[in-house]
Nanobody, 122 residues
Framework: QVQVVESGGGLVQAGGSLRLSCVAS????????MAWYRQEPGEEHNLVAR???????EYADSVKGRFTISGDFSKNSVSLQMNGLNSEDTDRYYC????????????????WGPGTQVTVSS
C-alpha cells in the first residue's frame, strides 16, 4: 500500500503566504515525480507544479514567480511555498506521487492524497 498525505492548507488573506507539505509512504521502491494539482468541484485536476527525481521543475503559468516547489526524494516528500496569494488561488490542492514503483512490482502507478483546502479572502 502507498499513502499520500498533505498538510498546510487553510485560510489566508490576499497577499499572504501558505506552505503545503506532502509525504508519500508505504512500500515505495522508487518514484519519478511529485506534484501539486488543484481541482474545483466537477472539474479535472489541473497541474500547479511538478518536480522530478532528476530535479526538473515545471509550474502552471498562473503561479510562476509566486509559488516554489521543493522535494526530498530520499523522504518521498514535497512542499509548495505559495506567496502573493489571491482569491483565484482558492481551491482544493492535491499532492500526487507519480510513477511510483512498489516493492515487488514492475509497473508504476500514480497515487493521490485526499487534498487540502486553500482559501484566500479578499
Amino acid at each position: 500500500q502507498v499513502q499520500v498525505v498533505e498538510s498546510g492548507g487553510g485560510l489566508v488573506q490576499a497577499g499572504g503566504s501558505l506552505r503545503l507539505s506532502c509525504v508519500a509512504s508505504g512500500d515505495i521502491a522508487g518514484l519519478n515525480a511529485m506534484a501539486w494539482y488543484r481541482q474545483e468541484p466537477g472539474e479535472e485536476h489541473n497541474l500547479v507544479a511538478r518536480i522530478t527525481d532528476g530535479g526538473l521543475i515545471e509550474y502552471a503559468d498562473s503561479v510562476k514567480g509566486r509559488f516554489t516547489i521543493s522535494g526530498d526524494f530520499s523522504k518521498n516528500s514535497v512542499s509548495l511555498q505559495m506567496n502573493g496569494l489571491n482569491s483565484e488561488d482558492t481551491d482544493r490542492y492535491y499532492c500526487a506521487a507519480e510513477g511510483v514503483r512498489r516493492k515487488g512490482y514492475i509497473s508504476r502507478s500514480h497515487f493521490w492524497g485526499p487534498g487540502t483546502q486553500v482559501t484566500v479572502s479578499s
